[in-house]
């Protein structure tokens, strides 16, 4: 159970600390990259991958 919690608060701090440095001060949004947007995606997919690893080593443990 100790180890649920555990992986549960790193997954939490890791969907809440992803991509949430930059300030909103402008009305008018600038247009995205193409390499803005791929950076998006596999930061995306790497957060999926490292959470699916901590749920996975859990629940293959008896």
Excluded: D, R, Y
């Excluded at 919690?5 to 990259?33: D, W, Y």
């Amino acid at each position: 159970m100790k180890k649920k919690m555990i992986a549960l608060s790193l997954s939490l701090i890791l969907l809440s600390s992803c991509g949430s440095s930059k300030s909103i001060s402008n009305s008018q949004p600038e247009p995205i990259t193409e390499q803005e947007h791929h950076e998006k995606v596999l930061n995306g997919l790497l957060f999926t991958i490292i959470v699916f690893a901590i749920f996975s080593a859990i629940g293959n443990k008896p």
